[in-house]
């Protein structure tokens, strides 16, 4: 067994472990396992990261976008795409008929919470959203440690356009607190709020969530 086959067994058992609990970049490296034998593919999923923005940029990429990716080829491109058309059938039969994808902080704060849970540090994530208020993606922005994360304003505005996102939702954890917007989430909220109406996006929210409990700084009168 070489080197690459025991880091592959040590992903996948990770993966087994964790409940898929990983970031975005090892789910990747983990799929193309199996399109790619004998190549160290941790790299590879960076690049794709690095390239198309998140997890849902690589899965929304064209097999010809994909294949620019060095080390991209025509069966890893194919599996990609095979696992978005999966995942879209699945939440398609997973959402009870005649319920729409639109984001309120009533739904979005309990998905929030569940997207949190089991993490001891600090993540913010954004959530992409229509005219409508439905939802085009979930990003990941930053990943700290249990006393804080860093969120990139530039990364913010960056995800916003390149999703043609008119309404953003922000939202982070504190892993070892309460469920309350500090004073610097306040002035750091106000931030980006009138950043994101330069380039008319409204910040829709900022939710707080520690444990099971989600505080939405929009329904606080906070934003």
């Given at each position: 067994?070489?080197?690459?086959?025991?880091?592959?067994?040590r992903?996948?058992?990770?993966?087994?472990?964790?409940?898929?609990?990983?970031?975005?970049?090892?789910?990747?490296?983990?799929?193309?396992?199996?399109?790619?034998?004998?190549?160290?593919?941790?790299?590879?999923?960076?690049?794709?990261?690095?390239?198309?923005?998140?997890?849902?940029?690589?899965?929304?990429?064209?097999?010809?976008?994909?294949?620019?990716?060095?080390?991209?080829?025509?069966?890893?491109?194919?599996?990609?795409?095979?696992?978005?058309?999966?995942?879209?059938?699945?939440?398609?039969q997973?959402?009870?008929?005649?319920?729409?994808?639109v984001?309120?902080?009533?739904?979005?704060?309990?998905?929030?919470?569940?997207?949190?849970?089991g993490?001891?540090?600090?993540?913010?994530?954004?959530?992409?959203l229509?005219?409508?208020?439905?939802?085009?993606?979930?990003?990941?922005?930053?990943?700290?440690?249990?006393?804080?994360?860093?969120?990139?304003?530039?990364?913010?505005?960056?995800?916003?356009?390149?999703?043609?996102?008119?309404?953003?939702?922000?939202?982070?954890?504190?892993?070892?607190?309460?469920?309350?917007?500090?004073?610097?989430?306040?002035?750091?909220?106000?931030?980006?709020r009138?950043?994101?109406?330069?380039?008319?996006?409204?910040?829709?929210?900022?939710?707080?969530?520690?444990?099971?409990?989600?505080?939405?700084?929009?329904?606080?009168?906070k934003?």
């Amino acid at each position: 067994m070489g080197v690459h086959d025991n880091h592959r067994e040590r992903m996948r058992s990770r993966f087994s472990r964790l409940g898929g609990k990983l970031d975005d970049y090892q789910l990747i490296e983990i799929l193309l396992f199996y399109a790619i034998p004998r190549v160290d593919t941790n790299p590879i999923a960076h690049e794709l990261m690095n390239r198309f923005g998140s997890l849902r940029g690589v899965l929304d990429a064209s097999p010809e976008q994909l294949r620019t990716v060095r080390g991209i080829g025509d069966s890893a491109a194919v599996l990609i795409k095979l696992t978005q058309c999966i995942s879209s059938i699945y939440l398609e039969q997973s959402r009870p008929a005649g319920e729409a994808d639109v984001i309120d902080s009533d739904s979005v704060g309990p998905m929030m919470a569940a997207k949190f849970k089991g993490h001891s540090e600090e993540l913010a994530f954004m959530l992409c959203l229509n005219k409508t208020g439905g939802l085009i993606a979930c990003c990941q922005l930053s990943r700290g440690d249990i006393s804080g994360t860093e969120i990139s304003l530039r990364t913010v505005v960056e995800l916003a356009i390149s999703h043609a996102a008119s309404g953003v939702v922000i939202a982070h954890n504190h892993p070892s607190g309460v469920a309350l917007p500090s004073e610097a989430d306040v002035a750091s909220t106000v931030t980006l709020r009138n950043l994101l109406k330069a380039i008319d996006v409204a910040l829709v929210d900022h939710i707080i969530v520690s444990g099971d409990d989600w505080v939405s700084m929009a329904d606080s009168g906070k934003i």
